[in-house]
């Protein structure tokens, strides 16, 4: 089955900890994009990567990390995670870029005390 | 960036009325449109999506439609039904100077409820 995953789904940490959340997709897709949801503000990018190796900031950058060895796997790395990163995570990939539906992951919702 | 404003940010209808939800954009170069629907708890899905070669598209009872000269884009949905309550959001891709940068900006969402 075509997807994308995302895993843990729900984490509560706290303030400092570093923390990972995965994200992988087996459709062999170029493009690949994290972003956060919060309420009255939609949906922001964090980062996204055009291919392996090839990653960019979107509008919400400050406090993430993200890596692109794999073409399946686009992980997003808080270092320090602070409350004001409690939110609601979506990973999507799409075949490329532009002009190509974004298949979102599940999303994970991540606290942080 | 892009900047992307979607209105209204609530939207309350009747089952069977028509829904209208627009999306206005800033960069006169996009030429790439979608509209995704997020169910209660669920993650987003496209649902349709213009380019700019075309004014209208429809999918039984959704479209979207383009006014270019304007810089906005609309999404329709008539005969409403209580499954269309969800959270839609328009999208504007980065097309600067004609090329993809990657970047994907999205508007803020509008929450529609559909009463039986």
């Known amino acids: 089955e075509a997807q994308v995953t995302q895993n843990p789904r729900y984490l509560i940490t706290v303030t400092g900890k570093k923390l990972t959340v995965t994200c992988s997709q087996n459709?062999?897709?170029?493009?690949m994009s994290w972003y956060r949801q919060d309420p009255g503000l939609g949906l922001r990018q964090i980062y996204y990567s055009m291919n392996v190796e090839v990653t960019d900031k979107g509008d919400v950058p400050e406090g993430y990390k993200v890596s692109r060895k794999e073409k399946r796997n686009f992980p997003l790395i808080l270092e320090s995670p602070s409350p004001n990163q409690t939110s609601l995570y979506f990973c999507a990939s799409s075949l490329s870029a532009y002009y190509n539906e974004q298949f979102f992951g599940p999303g994970t919702r991540l606290t942080v005390l | 960036g892009e900047n992307v404003e979607q209105h209204p940010s609530t939207l309350s209808v009747q089952e069977g009325d028509s829904a209208v939800i627009k999306c206005t954009y800033s960069?006169?170069?996009?030429?790439?449109f979608p509209w995704y629907k997020q169910e209660l708890g669920k993650r987003p899905q496209l649902i349709i999506d213009i380019r700019s070669n075309v004014g209208e598209k429809k999918d039984q009872r959704i479209a979207v439609t383009l006014n270019k000269t304007a810089k906005h884009f609309s999404l329709h949905i008539t005969e409403t039904q209580p499954e269309d309550s969800a959270v839609y959001f328009c999208?504007?891709?980065?097309?600067?100077?004609?090329?993809?940068?990657?970047?994907?900006?999205f508007g803020q969402g509008t929450i529609l409820t559909v009463h039986p």
């Open positions: 459709m062999n897709h170029e493009y």
């Open positions: 960069d006169s170069a996009s030429n790439y």
């Open positions: 999208a504007e891709p980065d097309n600067a100077g004609g090329t993809s940068y990657g970047k994907l900006t």
